[in-house]
């Protein structure tokens, strides 16, 4: 447990002090803010439930953040290779396993932080203006149910499909790939959109909020994975998210292990 | 006499291509024929869901007119960002310019050569749903130039891929999303790298064709401004 902290920390520490990462989500957010027309978050009328304002927010960030998140995890481990320290960490006694836990953790943890203050700021921003201290609670809420668990999907998938298929194409297959599963309706092509699996919260948005968001549910492809959006189907999305997005990790350290096992 | 004099350094410049061919490796070849056939495997989706023929022309012209700028542009910023040895470049005698414009002509005419194929095969096969042959390059080749060259810009720029690579992927998926917005106003709608699949090809078409290619030149040109001073491309790891 100590040895997956440590390689959690050193993760965390490491990719924290990337300055691209702050920047992106930076730019992002800022772009984001200023483009978000009649619709956004900061026009919502004065009454509109707490809930639906955070929501609100998550699901405007959720539309293009996790894209500079997947960017930056995406050459995490090929980077180890491209230093030359990979024989080094391999040294460590440290199994594989572990070793792409800690680094998950950490990884998901360094990027998850500047999206969460991101989220803090523009909670902090709605308290003030609506005069409703409890937004903040709500942020804090909303980031865990709706956005934490997309977030945590990419890692997984950003960390080690790299590997496979390298980093550039990589990051082509996964823009084209948020555009299909989180936007394209699937009147026009079958697509995840709208699904359990949609990293971008639709169903704990629908849930929290009460609103209909993001094509929650909306009839398709894969019917079994659109139920109602209710407390249930969020419960089950998040579940989904999470797990879905440990299994590149688990396939990859199965394959560490046993290259590990031939080579010793 | 002469012409023995000029042969050999004519023939030195034909090996620098073909070593810059091998050094990029498969992407070249990767960048558009992922882009062309994932229109293809789109195409086939629509058209087994039960799409018109016209929807699923318009599905393959996504592959050069849509897809195409991604990977070319992602394509683009990896092969600036990564240069294991850019300082041993600085000093050498050719420019630094001279070297990224042969990496990336690389890159450009594989694109082009797959492209022109593709449109050939779509053209003969009676799916080519943009203009006709002789206007048929300006469905891919300005948006594909403006994303490539503002994706190298911003490496150059920022020096940094992740920031590169990110504006890219906001910039096309800001495209996609906001295509109702460009065609509302009047100003922007020049700059819709989409078109031809969002639109089709109507009165606007030319001029917006126009717009991309002037606007991804000046690019190019202020690229080629901001390689005069080569250095600051060095990162901290190589400095």
Same mark, same amino acid.
Do not use: I, K, N, T
């Given at each position: 447990m100590s040895e997956l902290l440590a390689v959690s920390r050193y993760e965390f520490r490491m990719q924290a002090r990337k300055r691209s990462l702050w920047l992106v989500t930076l730019l992002l957010g800022c772009l984001l803010i200023a483009i978000q027309g009649d619709q956004g978050p900061r026009h919502l009328p004065a009454d509109t439930p707490p809930a639906e304002v955070m929501t609100t927010w998550a699901i405007l960030l959720g539309i293009v953040v996790p894209l500079g998140f997947g960017m930056v995890l995406a050459d995490r481990l090929i980077r180890d290779r491209r230093l030359g320290t990979t024989a080094l960490l391999e040294s #460590? /006694?440290?199994g594989p396993g572990r070793f792409l836990a800690g680094k998950y953790l950490g990884g998901l943890a360094a990027s998850a932080l500047p999206v969460f203050l991101l989220m803090l700021v523009a909670g902090g921003y709605e308290s003030l203006h609506r005069g409703d201290p409890l937004l903040l609670g709500w942020t804090v809420l909303v980031f865990a149910v709706v956005m934490l668990p997309g977030l945590a999907f990419v890692a997984g998938f950003a960390l080690v499909c790299p590997l496979v298929v390298s980093a550039p194409l990589f990051r082509v297959l996964f823009v084209g790939y948020w555009f299909w599963g989180n936007f394209l309706g699937a009147e026009i092509l079958p697509s995840l959109t709208g699904t359990l699996l949609t990293p971008v919260g639709a169903y704990p948005a629908s849930w929290l909020s009460g609103q209909w968001q993001m094509?929650? =549910? *909306? /009839? =398709?492809? #894969?019917?079994?994975?659109? /139920?109602? /959006? *209710?407390g249930l189907a969020a419960l089950s999305s998040v579940l989904l998210l999470v797990l879905t997005g440990l299994l590149p990790l688990l396939v990859a350290g199965l394959v560490f292990n046993r290259r590990r096992r031939t080579t010793v | 006499m002469k012409s023995e004099l000029i042969r050999p350094i004519q023939n030195r410049r034909l090996p620098l291509w073909r070593y810059e061919a091998r050094r990029a490796g498969w992407t070249l070849l990767a960048a558009p024929l992922t882009a062309l056939l994932v229109g293809v495997a789109l195409a086939l989706l629509a058209a087994n869901g039960g799409s018109s023929r016209d929807q699923v022309g318009r599905m393959l012209l996504a592959g050069p007119e849509v897809l195409l700028p991604l990977t070319t542009g992602m394509a683009a910023v990896s092969m600036v960002a990564r240069d294991g040895c850019r300082e041993l470049q600085l000093s050498l005698p050719t420019r630094y310019a001279v070297t990224l414009g042969r990496r990336l002509g690389t890159l450009a005419l594989a694109g082009a050569v797959c492209t022109l194929l593709f449109s050939a095969i779509l053209g003969l096969t009676g799916l080519w749903a943009g203009p006709g042959p002789l206007a048929s390059t300006l469905v891919w080749l300005p948006p594909t130039l403006w994303l490539a060259a503002l994706a190298v810009l911003v490496g150059i720029l920022g020096r940094s891929l992740v920031v590169a690579t990110t504006v890219v992927a906001v910039v096309w998926l800001g495209e996609l999303l906001f295509a109702a917005w460009f065609a509302a106003e009047g100003w922007a709608r020049p700059f819709f790298l989409f078109t031809t699949v969002?639109? !089709?090809?109507? !009165?606007?078409w030319w001029t917006n064709r126009l717009a991309l290619t002037a606007s991804g030149l000046l690019i190019v040109v202020v690229v080629a401004l901001l390689l005069r001073?080569?250095?600051?491309?060095?990162t901290e790891e190589e400095v």
């Open positions: #460590l /006694p440290v094509y929650a =549910g *909306d /009839p =398709g492809w #894969l019917s079994f994975l659109r /139920p109602e /959006p *209710d | 969002r639109f !089709g090809v109507d !009165g606007d001073r080569p250095h600051q491309l060095l």
